[in-house]
T-cell receptor, first 112, second 111 residues
């Protein structure tokens, strides 16, 4: 399987919370990232979490990390139509390349 | 604002006709990366420069080359584009191993 896995699609209603999930395989991951890509644009770093943290909150965004299960999630509260985009999870590993490994991205569709 | 700029945003080239994509940055980062991204896929790293040191990924075709004449600029040269090279090409920068900052990308079409 892939090193970083994400479901491909998520559809939510405007105003609801969105939860985008990601699993990774390398327990030595040091940093885990969430990037947002709007149509026709590059990747925008949304937030990141150190591997020694369980949770990080930044306004409407909450990142949860379960190191035991190698599971990362991004919760977007009060989802808006402007949040419609592809969300990429990425991990960076200790002791090896400093280049992050990206998942395939989750396409978030927000409908009225 | 400090940023990563890519030109052009859209590029059309003919099969086999060399093409160059450009990236510049005002962040003064020492690392610059080129990624290829096809639809519904993760960005695929082609190569990167750590300062002046060029690092090629093992599976990057020889058809793809890069130049970094100075800290601010990096170019992606595709010597003989094939139909399979049509993709979004993303440039990114970072300071050492810290987080990457991406440009808006260049959408390459091969006719």
């Amino acid at each position: 399987g892939e090193d970083v896995e994400q479901s491909l699609f998520l559809s939510v209603r405007e105003g609801d919370s969105s939860v985008i999930n990601c699993t990774y395989t390398d327990s030595s991951s040091t940093y885990l990232y969430w990037y947002k890509q709007e149509p026709g644009a590059g990747l925008q770093l949304l937030t990141y979490i150190f591997s020694n943290m369980d949770m990080k909150q930044d306004q409407r965004l909450t990142v949860l990390l379960n190191k035991k299960d190698k599971h990362l999630s991004l919760r977007i509260a009060d989802t808006q139509t402007g949040d419609s985009a592809i969300y990429f999870c990425a991990e960076k590993r200790a002791g090896g390349s400093y280049i992050p490994t990206f998942g395939r991205g989750t396409s978030l569709i927000v409908h009225p | 604002d400090a940023m990563v700029i890519q030109n052009p945003r859209y590029q059309v080239t003919q099969f086999g006709k060399p093409v160059t994509l450009s990236c510049s940055q005002t962040l003064n980062h020492n690392v610059m990366y080129w990624y290829q991204q096809k639809s519904s896929q993760a960005p695929k790293l082609l190569f990167h420069y750590y300062d002046k040191d060029f690092n090629n990924e093992a599976d990057t075709p020889d058809n793809f080359q890069s130049r970094r004449p100075n800290t601010s600029f990096c170019f992606l040269d595709i010597r003989s584009p094939g139909l399979g090279d049509a993709a979004m090409y993303l440039c990114a920068t970072s300071q050492d191993s810290y987080e990457q900052y991406f440009g808006p990308g260049t959408r390459l079409t091969v006719t």
